[in-house]
């Protein structure tokens, strides 16, 4: 890892070359990263540090910069920045950046004027022009293709509509690249043309050139993880060695579900940015794909307090929310980003959770359809509008959105088991069974997965008690919360007439209730078995026990428990004293 004078050094600089570019989203990652980073405090007031501070539960005390990482700052007049593989010079397009040609193309582009900001620059041959008139004409048939998904939607926002630059841009953009006559800037334009058009192992290839050429432009990261669905061909990538790479990494890592790995790494790159807003809230979504609520919860409480007006990951924290059932801090939540920003697609989402949360499942749908008409690409909005329809027994339409869903991304689990449970609500398990299998290859540690398979085994027109028995075994196996797994496969081993397996489980489920001080009619069958089982087995002093906890019982179990408390008495009398 670079010292962090050094990668504060090119953050700052990136920060610059991305939004002269245009490429904003990539300028405000680098600049939030570059905040992230901690401050040498002799160096700096109180106030240029008042940001990072903060109140921190979680981030560490400040650290004097070691001698090492003072000397990294460059001498006074150095325009360039280093870094362990390559030199890239901080304004290698000085020339063309005062041009008044770039300067109207610029101000058009940031009005969304790209045709115009496209037209400025026709005759220009600066490699940074070039990017700007290219990226324009993409961005203005990215616009035009909108406009007509919405003058022509199909249903669900379906739409044949398409790019109608990129056949010109790819023709332009490859002799560009085979000449040599490219940047890293163009070469990230070339890599959206070829990815919009389905050319995805050239687009892979074209981004990882770019982000080689130049590692800080965030956005092509972004890009190429996208286009790395697998851990060969996360793996088969050529990227140089630089501090930018292991942010990919972690980020890949996570989109793959390898959340262990991808924990491993933002803690890693937390040693440099320690106060980073954006890993603290990564580090909170492995942990939720991880299921560790609580963890995550403060978190984001914390991030909220940072950066209160932050909406960007506040969907994952709804989510939490809404499965903890903490209606008042969702409302808040909800409340915050309504004020905040109302129309963003995260904060839409978050409204649709509360009023899900509230059993208002209408109005839940109608504020997921709003997020989606922001963004039709988002995928939770499509999977969450897929559950209230299920809520509301409007099954078409639940797989419709799931189905929306996987396309934008087949490995959304959540999606298929959504799909999973739509089936088995239309009675075809066998439709069920195929997208339940899909969800737990790709959450292979999720008991809820596992559980909702064997339940399908379980049904009447499939009966596979044997297949249902080993879903469960993995379900008890994958930290099974809802503690569904473990009677079950104390029931079915019952059904079948393997006694002894099934007091194995209802001893477990027994032992799993008492830690967690449960009650309820799971404890009252587990104690009945075991008290039968016991005496069977003529284990009279055990089953005793078993049958004297059903006395604390009212109604029926209490006077079996009397009946057969009599029967183990009476059993052990004849055994010790035969007539």
Known sequence: MASKETCRTELRAAVRHLSERGLYSAAKWAAEQLMGIEQDPSKHTPSHTRFQRGSSSIRRRFRTATPSESSATPSAGVSYVMTPSLVVAEEYDYDMMDSDFYLLAKSYFDCREYRRAAHV????????????????????????????????EGPLGKSDAANRELLSLERELSTLRKNGTIDAFGLYVYGLVLKEKGSENLARSVFVESVNIYPW?????????????????????????????????????????????????????????????????QIAKAQYNLREFEQ?????????????????????????????????????????????????????????????????????VMYFRRALKLN??????????????VEMKNTSAAVDAYRRAVDINPCDYRAWYGLGQAYEMMGMPYYALHYFKKSVF??????????????????????????????????????????????????????????????????????????????????VEALMFLAQHCKTQKKFDEAEVY?????????????????????????????????
């Open 121 to 152: 620059l026709r005759d220009q041959t600066n490699k940074k022009a070039m990017f700007l008139r290219c990226y324009s004409l993409y961005l203005a048939g990215e616009k035009r293709k909108e406009e007509e998904m919405i003058e022509l």
């Open 217 to 281: 432009n965030w956005s092509a990261w972004s890009e190429l993880q996208t286009l790395c669905t697998t851990i060969e061909a996360l793996n088969s990538l050529n990227l140089n060695n630089h501090w930018m790479k292991d942010f990919f990494l972690a980020s890949a890592y996570q989109e793959l579900r390898m959340h262990n790995e991808s924990l491993a790494k933002y803690e890693y790159l937390q040693g440099t940015f320690i106060f980073s807003n954006y890993i603290q809230a």
């Open 296 to 364: 995550v919860e403060v978190i984001f409480e914390e991030l909220l307090r940072n950066d209160p007006y932050r909406i960007e990951d506040m969907d994952m924290y709804s989510n939490v929310l809404y499965a903890k059932e903490c209606f008042s801090a969702l409302s808040y939540l909800a409340h915050r980003v309504f004020l905040t920003d109302k129309y963003r697609p995260e904060s839409c989402c978050i409204i649709g959770n509360y009023y899900s949360l509230k059993g208002q499942h209408e109005k839940s």
């Open 376 to 389: 039709k690409n988002y995928l939770s909005a499509w999977t969450l509008m897929g559950h209230e329809y």
């Open 442 to 523: 790709l959450q292979p540690n999720d008991s809820r997965l596992w559980i909702a398979m064997a339940q399908c085994y379980e049904t009447e027109q499939l009966h596979m008690l044997e297949e249902a028995i080993k879903c469960y075994e993995r379900a008890a196996n994958c930290n099974d919360r809802e503690a569904i797994a473990l009677h079950q496969l104390a029931k079915l081993h019952s059904e079948l007439g393997r006694t002894e397996e099934a007091a194995f489980y209802y001893k477990k489920d027994l032992e799993r209730m008492e830690a967690e001080e449960r009650e309820g009619p799971n404890m």
């Open 547 to 579: 049958c004297t906890r059903l006395l604390d019982y009212t109604g029926p179990e209490k006077e079996t428990a009397k009946s057969l408390l009599r029967g183990i008495r009476y059993a052990r009398d004849v055994e010790h004293f035969p007539p």
